[in-house]
């Protein structure tokens, strides 16, 4: 399609034609005319060019690079022990973030943006960045200061029929046996929302005094957080979060992992339902499904996998199941150190080692681009480019 075609066209149909176009193309085409310019740059067409986006992936090398993905096609052709995938951006989280040492964890992605926490800071320094469009958001502070045994973990989505985006915070204080560790109480506890949009952090009634992991991050799912909780005495249950009420509920894991509080799990959206990956054994990975959300009942046991020749053994990491490919592949992010793929032809594991990764640890998860501009969205927000 030539410019002066293009110039005879309705706006409506030049976007439903260049939305189907992918993010480095989209980039590309900015610079033939200022009326594409222009045109998509628009709310219309980031709408539009995300609604027919594909899932990707993000990952953040802790030498300082995220670095954002699209798969070319369905497949992780293992034969050959490629994945099929383009690079879309390449960012140095330092022209944002200048902390020299800090330690960075994704705790979230929804829409194109990114959920960024600077751990290793009191208090602990949060933004929303795009790495698209190459605008972030850094959120107010929270002003309080925690050590172990207090337990913060946080989440990000957006909420079903509003489509506001939220940052949740669940905070709770863990008195502990000072000899065998074991939780005695939780004297205190509190859950905070940050709007995007609104400049400020709001409380809202905690859920019951449950323990939420430290290392957890809540899985966002038809509009809900979910995290892997346990009780007082130690039984297993999921804790979930309606983005649009701000009401806390609770539901129950598989029927083998309800009552072993210790078992090695994380929560992930795996392909639209939600999954509870346990990697507690020495001997295989496990991953179930809800099948039907919200329903107790509907748990399955989708993929039994072994971890052997190379990953067998005591583990201390959770496994993150991030695509099932349409041949049955599996790609995977072991917590902390790498991405690895189980081949559902030869019924092996083994790390993806073609990404450029190096030795550095990294952090991964599913992620779509999107052009969605946080100066446009939330213009009462210091949004800052990089």
């Not at 610079?31 to 045109?39: A, G, R, T, Y």
């Not at 995290?227 to 804790?239: C, E, K, R």
Request: hydrophobic share 35%; with cysteine; proline share 5%.
């Amino acid at each position: 399609m030539n410019q002066k075609t293009s110039t005879y066209l309705p706006p409506e149909i030049t976007i439903n034609i260049l939305s189907r176009l992918p993010v480095r193309t989209v980039i590309t085409c900015k610079l033939v005319c200022k009326s594409w310019l222009e045109l998509l740059e628009t709310h219309e067409f980031a709408k539009s060019h995300l609604s027919k986006s594909v899932p990707g992936l993000v990952v953040y090398q802790y030498d300082n690079y995220i670095k954002t993905f699209e798969f070319e096609d369905d497949e992780l052709d293992l034969e050959r022990h490629g994945l099929h995938y383009n690079q879309v951006t390449k960012l140095d989280r330092r022209a944002f973030i200048t902390s020299p040492h800090a330690a960075i964890g994704i705790q979230g992605s929804s829409n194109g943006c990114l959920f960024l926490r600077e751990i290793n800071t009191q208090p602990n320094a949060l933004y929303i960045c795009n790495p698209t469009t190459r605008e972030y958001i850094e959120l107010p502070n929270e002003g309080f200061v925690y050590r172990y045994p207090t337990m913060v973990t946080y989440g990000f989505g957006v909420s079903k029929i509003t489509g506001q985006y939220k940052v949740v915070n669940v905070y709770h204080e863990c008195e502990r046996d000072p000899h065998m560790q074991v939780l005695l109480r939780i004297p205190k506890s509190f859950c905070r929302v940050y709007t995007l949009g609104t400049g400020k952090w709001r409380s809202v009634s905690p859920s019951a005094p449950l323990v939420y992991n430290c290392r957890s991050i809540g899985a966002f799912l038809n509009g809900n957080l979910h995290w892997l909780i346990s009780d007082l005495t130690g039984s297993s249950w999921i804790s979930c979060f309606d983005l649009e009420t701000e009401i806390f509920s609770t539901f129950l894991p598989p029927p083998p992992l309800r009552s072993s509080g210790g078992f090695l799990g994380g929560l992930v959206n795996l392909g639209g339902d939600l999954c509870l990956c346990d990697n507690s054994s020495d001997d295989e990975i496990v991953i179930w499904l809800m099948k039907e959300y919200g329903d107790e009942k509907s748990w399955k046991k989708e993929f039994v996998i072994s971890k052997r020749p190379d990953f067998d053994g005591e583990s201390y990491e959770v496994v993150y199941p991030i695509k099932v490919f349409k041949d049955g592949d599996i790609l995977m992010s072991w917590q902390d150190f790498h991405l690895f793929y189980y081949s559902n032809k030869t019924r092996t594991v083994g790390i993806i080692d073609m990404l450029e990764f190096g030795n550095s640890g990294i952090d991964s998860m599913l992620y779509t681009s999107s052009f969605l501009s946080l100066e446009s969205c939330f213009p009462m927000e210091n949004v800052r480019s990089f």
